[in-house]
């Protein structure tokens, strides 16, 4: 068979008239995309095989649109999506990438929005221009066939090895609301029951195990109990005066007890010897311990016992609280359990309460108590963090206040703030506007010791605000500058050699509580504050501006 013009390009071992007929068996009917897809496929192996330079390597690919681009890998390669080869993102954007599946060097290839502009009809079908019905098909197609190689580009990329190494499943357990295998690192619930399934089931099963079952449990008059096991704790309720247990599970039940009971209104009780599968429950008390024991980090501790199925946890030290808010979620999914904390980011005093956790039921299934502390194998769900005691710079920039035209009130305001964390100044300079001189500024706080340096105005985009200009000069790192805070929003912190900064705007100076005040505990914990730390506290960050301010006792910044 003598190959034509009209055969190229060649896709695969296939001519084009044969890769449409390929294409139309696999994907239902020739899909100008699948054909599109073809070409960049072949695009790709070629510049890989130049990139390795001639070596035969073992090559995975990213496809980065669900439709018809990936049954084309499919059909060209030995990359399936079962098979884990061929990996989709769903970013929609028409580009494919092959890359070597141990190092990670690859190629890209994508339709080029520059380079579509000479192909009218490609135009039209792509950019979605043109209705199904008046599109001529003959023509796109050939406009595909000439046209993809000018019209894609190609760049070299790197795959990144977290993307490329694959996720182990870990641990399996049964969902314990769909009873259905899954591994356990999606949250204490399988994805479809925490809401991410499309589908509704007429299947009963689902719907009746999310309400928690509860062991049989045998009425007892006390009459009859002496002798027995308490099954429960029991609380006496006088109001105002005192709510605790007078009876703790567990207690064996002496004729001595008989009026205490009736005292407080109990003709029954449910006791241990009748509970019928211990293997299958575990006690409200047992379940909080044990939660309480795994949820504790660092800098925190547990009451020693549970009391009626529930177990405070607090703060062992002074310092900032970190919840790990992910596997907090995650562990309250789970029916039957639950944990409350106080917000992350929260300076807390030794022994002030932080959390508390219990059991839901008295009896917990024990799958259900499987499924949490599986959740909180993967690590704990709280932390104290030490805040140091940060040797202070103070610098406070603006040319004004240097010549003594107006008097300076910002340092007076940071070293309030900051003696309110036993933080010490070792360092404290007016410098006027001008690069050089904050710049020396910077250099003097660093020489002094400071492993804080605070500057305060010349943040904002004005052109005499040049501070953030003479900060970058230093030698400015892990920088992240403005914060969805408000008053605040020109914050800036980061780090120049061993010292954190702080970039305080000048609202400080009018507003009691600002950004500063939520910044200022976390470097003292030594956190860092990425882009992503700033951005997620827009939610909760505008100030409400009161009268009199009861921050922190308010949600600015929760
Ligand atoms: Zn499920």
């Known amino acids: 068979?003598?190959?034509?013009?009209?055969?190229?390009?060649?896709?695969?071992?296939?001519?084009?008239?044969?890769?449409?007929?390929?294409?139309?068996h696999f994907h239902g009917y020739a899909a100008p995309g699948v054909l599109l897809g073809g070409i960049m496929v072949e695009i790709a192996k070629k510049h890989l095989n130049q990139?390795?330079?001639?070596?035969?390597?073992?090559?995975?690919?990213?496809?980065?649109?669900?439709n018809c681009l990936p049954d084309a890998v499919q059909l060209l390669t030995p990359c399936t999506y079962g098979n884990g080869w061929l990996k989709v993102a769903d970013l929609n954007r028409y580009a494919l990438t092959l890359y070597n599946k141990h190092s990670g060097e690859g190629v890209r290839v994508f339709v080029d929005g520059s380079k579509i502009d000479p192909y009218p009809t490609f135009y039209e079908w792509f950019m979605n221009r043109v209705d199904k019905k008046d599109q001529d098909e003959n023509k796109l197609r050939e406009e595909i066939r000439v046209g993809a190689e000018h019209f894609c580009s190609v760049e070299a990329v790197t795959v990144p090895e977290a993307f490329r190494t694959k996720i182990r499943k870990g641990r399996v357990e049964l969902c314990p609301v769909c009873n259905e295998p899954y591994p356990v690192r999606d949250g204490g619930i399988c994805r479809g029951c925490q809401g991410y399934s499309p589908i509704h089931s007429y299947s009963p099963q689902p719907a009746a195990s999310t309400r928690l079952q509860a062991p049989e449990l045998k009425k007892v008059a006390v009459e009859d109990a002496v002798g027995g096991t308490l099954l429960h704790d029991m609380t006496q309720i006088i109001p105002g005066e005192s709510k605790?247990?007078?009876?703790k599970a567990g207690q064996k039940i002496s004729a001595g007890d008989l009026c205490r009971l009736h005292e407080m209104g109990r003709r029954n009780v449910f006791l241990r010897e009748n509970l019928p599968d211990n293997q299958e429950w575990v006690h409200e008390n047992d379940v909080a311990m044990s939660f309480a024991k795994a949820m504790c980090g660092e800098g925190t501790s547990h009451e020693a016992e549970a009391k009626e199925g529930k177990v405070k946890i607090s703060a062992a030290r002074d310092g900032l609280l970190i919840v790990n808010e992910e596997r907090l979620e995650t562990f309250n999914l789970v029916p039957g359990v639950m944990c409350a904390t106080r917000h992350s980011y929260s300076v807390v005093k030794a022994n002030e309460a932080i959390a508390g956790t219990r059991a839901i039921p008295l009896y917990l299934p024990r799958s259900a108590f499987i499924t949490a502390s599986a959740v909180l194998e993967q690590g704990s769900i709280f932390s104290v963090l030490p805040m140091r005691k940060a040797k202070v710079g103070i610098l406070v920039t603006g040319t004004e206040v240097f010549r003594g035209l107006v008097q300076d009130k910002f340092a007076a305001i940071i070293t309030k703030k900051i003696k309110a964390y036993n933080?010490?100044?070792?360092?404290?300079?007016?410098?006027?506007d001008e690069l050089d001189a904050v710049k020396a500024g910077v250099n003097n706080c660093l020489n002094a010791g400071a492993d804080l340096i605070i500057t305060t105005a010349g943040l904002s985009v004005d052109p005499d605000d040049i501070t953030r200009k003479a900060l970058i000069e230093s030698g400015l790192t892990h920088d992240t500058f403005g914060f969805p805070v408000l008053p605040g929003a020109m914050t800036l912190v980061g780090r120049i050699k061993n010292a954190q900064i702080l970039g305080v705007p000048a609202c400080a100076l009018f507003h009691k509580t600002t950004a500063m005040d939520l910044m200022l505990p976390r470097?003292?914990?030594?956190?860092?504050?990425?882009?992503r730390d700033a951005a997620k506290l827009g939610h909760g960050g505008l100030c409400l501006e009161c009268k009199s301010c009861t921050y922190p006792i308010c949600p600015f910044g929760k």
């Open 244 to 247: 605790g247990p007078v009876f």
């Open 1 to 24: 068979m003598s190959e034509t013009t009209h055969d190229l390009p060649r896709i695969g071992n296939m001519g084009w008239n044969e890769f449409i007929d390929h294409v139309q």
């Open 51 to 66: 990139l390795m330079h001639g070596e035969q390597v073992l090559f995975d690919a990213l496809a980065e649109a669900t």
């Open 423 to 432: 933080c010490d100044t070792v360092h404290n300079e007016i410098v006027p």
């Open 523 to 531: 470097l003292l914990a030594g956190l860092g504050v990425t882009r």
